[in-house]
C-alpha cells in the first residue's frame, strides 16, 4: 500500500512566535485527533527549521521539510541552503520544483533533474511538483506537458531511486485564484501521470508511488479530492497556516 501524505508548505509566512504558536498547534491537535495511517509533513520557511526540529517529535507520523534546495552541494551561492545544510538541521523532505519557484525563479526540468539528484544522494525525499496553467488547460496538450515535466525531471533515475519521490500534481490555475479541480479533474490526471510512470518503470512502482493533490485543497473540499483512488493526499498551501484547518485537511485521509 502507497503512504499517504498531506504536506503543509507555510511558504514566506509567519514570524518567529507564529510559527512557534502554528507549530504548537498543529503537533497537539494531529496526536490528539488523527487516527488514520497518515504521514504529515510541515515545511515551515528555512529560517524556522531548527526551531521546527525542536518542536516535531523524533518519531511518530509529523515529519520536518523544506520548500526547496540547491542542486550544488555547497559554494557562493548567497541565501541559498543546501540538501546537506537541510538534512543536518533534521529535515527529511524537500518540495522541489513548485510552481512558484519555476514561475518567480525561472527553475527549469534541467535545474530540478539536478536538485532531485542531490536530494536523493542526501537521503531526503522530495516532494516533486508537476502541473499547468490556465492557458494550457483551456487550450494545450497539458496532459503531455506535465507528462514532460516527469519525463525531464525524473526519468533519469534508477527504479529503486524513483521509489523514494513523491509526487504532488498542483494545477497552477487553482493556486491562490479560488478556482479548483474537481475531483474527477484530479483523479484523471493523478491516473495520467501513473500510468506514465507506469510505462517507464512498471506497474509495481508506478503503484506504490504516492501522488499528491496540491491546487488549493482546504478543509471543505479534502474528504472529496482524498475519496479518489489515485489521489494519495495532498501538498497543502493556505488552509496549512491555520492549524483547525490543517488538522481537518490531515483527517480527511482515510
Not at 530540478?112 to 542531490?118: F, R, S, T, W
Request: aromatic content about 8%; glycine content about 10%.
Amino acid at each position: 500500500m502507497r503512504k499517504k501524505i498531506v504536506a503543509g508548505n507555510w511558504k514566506m509566512n509567519k514570524t518567529l512566535d507564529e510559527a512557534k504558536a502554528l507549530l504548537s498547534e498543529v503537533i497537539h491537535m494531529v496526536q490528539d485527533e488523527v487516527t488514520s495511517d497518515v504521514t504529515v509533513v510541515l515545511c515551515p520557511p528555512s529560517l524556522y527549521l531548527t526551531t521546527a526540529r525542536q518542536y516535531i517529535p523524533t518519531e511518530g507520523r509529523i515529519k520536518l521539510g523544506a520548500q526547496n534546495c540547491h542542486e550544488k552541494k555547497e559554494g557562493a551561492y548567497t541565501g541559498e541552503a543546501s540538501a546537506h545544510m537541510l538534512a543536518s538541521v533534521g529535515a527529511e523532505y524537500v518540495i522541489l520544483g513548485h510552481s512558484e519557484r519555476r514561475e518567480y525563479f525561472g527553475e527549469t526540468n534541467a535545474t530540478l533533474a539536478d536538485k532531485v539528484n542531490i536530494v536523493l544522494e542526501n537521503g531526503l525525499t522530495p516532494i516533486f511538483c508537476c502541473g499547468e496553467s490556465r492557458e494550457l488547460r483551456e487550450n494545450g496538450d497539458y496532459v503531455g506537458y506535465v507528462k514532460g515535466q516527469i519525463t525531464d525531471s525524473l526519468f533519469h533515475l534508477s527504479a529503486e531511486e524513483f521509489g523514494k519521490v513523491v509526487i504532488a500534481y498542483e494545477p497552477i490555475w487553482a493556486i491562490g485564484t479560488g478556482l479548483t479541480a474537481s475531483s474527477g479533474q484530479a483523479q484523471d490526471m493523478h491516473f495520467e501521470l501513473r500510468q506514465h510512470i507506469a510505462e517507464k518503470y512498471g506497474d509495481e512502482v508506478a503503484q506504490d508511488t504516492t501522488i499528491l493533490y496540491g491546487g488549493s485543497a482546504n478543509a471543505a473540499n479534502a474528504a472529496e479530492l482524498f475519496s479518489r483512488p489515485d489521489v494519495d493526499g495532498g501538498l497543502i498551501g493556505g488552509a496549512s497556516l491555520k492549524s483547525r484547518d490543517f488538522t481537518t485537511v490531515v483527517k480527511a485521509i482515510q
